[in-house]
DNA sequence: TTCGTTGCAAAGCTTTTGCACGAAT
DNA sequence: ATTCGTGCAAAAGCTTTGCAACGAA
């Protein structure tokens, strides 16, 4: 079921800017609150801090599970998420199942997503090309793109070798 | 909410080719059902007659109202909906809230969905290029696709034009 | 006759909501 | 002192499942 692995923003990254890009997401919520007249909570500070330390593609109730010791409830989780995603500090995908999925998007280019339904795994890959065709497209309809959702499902290779190892399709 | 519209399979065909048109799909489902010892049953001919001569995005709530008048059990409807899909005569997309929708594929050259969110509609779009971006994408990192979604949700061109009218954003 | 299929209602999941208490400003 | 946020549990969607009756082969 996916464990949560930690991870750095891009590559890896001295401790000095890893500081920094933590700060600076703090920052950016901090602003949101304060423009919307919202407060800033222990709960929504200490979710962030979650999110930034160990981000990958967690699911709702996984994120619930590793900060539930800290005393957030999963209906805070599910509404501070909604909030993050308001000011562009994460996006959600969603699994094969539909079910909710999240990420820490600061910093990081836009992407999207192959699922592999065997294993759970989601690898990222990056399209710049797609993304020019969408944009054409979009403008050419007059619809005004908010978000989308571009996910492929299938075998991973790990996952296809192994089911071609005990029988061949 | 979406009216179900007639909609012919391509533009506009004759007579003669719709009754070869659902003659064909009708020989491929009960063909699929044959293969794997199934049963071709009153409820499943009414529902892929019923999407065939309707079709358009509808999802699984609004095809039950449709068919219900016929004793077809919602259970059925979501039940039906995968044996269809297990036989490539329809494909289901999922709207901006999560739920099910599909649409008739047989004949159907393959479509991403432009969903507005203030009224609905969805729009199909075709992208060859994407889809050989994809492709090659997934031959690369030994990915074996068996489905995606691709979706991009925002205001259609009406929608847009309603907003701007009241107030400038 | 056999066994897949159906409708119904109950159960399952994920997500949302109501409410009284607690906390940020 | 306000007013927003939180946790809990209940409620709300959407989808699946158990089961006895039914019907296709």
């Not at 890009?21 to 800033?40: M, P, T």
């Not at 979650?50 to 999963?74: C, D, M, P, T």
């Not at 209906?75 to 820490?104: I, P, Q, W």
């Not at 990056?126 to 005004?144: A, D, I, N």
Request: glycine fraction near 6%; charged fraction near 30%.
């Amino acid at each position: 079921m996916m464990a949560l692995r930690p991870e750095v923003p891009h590559s890896s990254v001295r401790t000095s800017r890893l500081a920094s890009y933590r700060k600076r997401a703090h920052d950016i919520l901090a602003e949101h609150l304060a423009a919307k007249g919202l407060r800033l909570t222990s709960q929504r500070e200490k979710l962030l801090e979650f999110l930034l330390s160990r981000n990958s593609h967690g699911s709702i109730e996984e994120i619930y599970q590793a900060v539930r010791g800290a005393g957030l409830g999963r209906a805070t989780v599910f509404r501070t998420m909604k909030v993050l995603e308001e000011c562009d500090l994460v996006s959600h995908l969603s699994d094969a199942n539909g079910a909710l999925r999240y990420e820490v998007t600061l910093d990081r280019p836009h992407h999207d997503h192959l699922v592999c339904i065997a294993c759970g795994r989601i690898v990222e890959v990056r399209w710049p090309e797609v993304e020019k065709v969408q944009r054409k497209s979009c403008v050419k309809l007059g619809f005004e793109p908010v978000w989308h959702r571009h996910e492929i499902f299938g075998r991973c290779a790990d996952c296809g070798k192994r089911r071609t190892a005990s029988s061949a399709t």
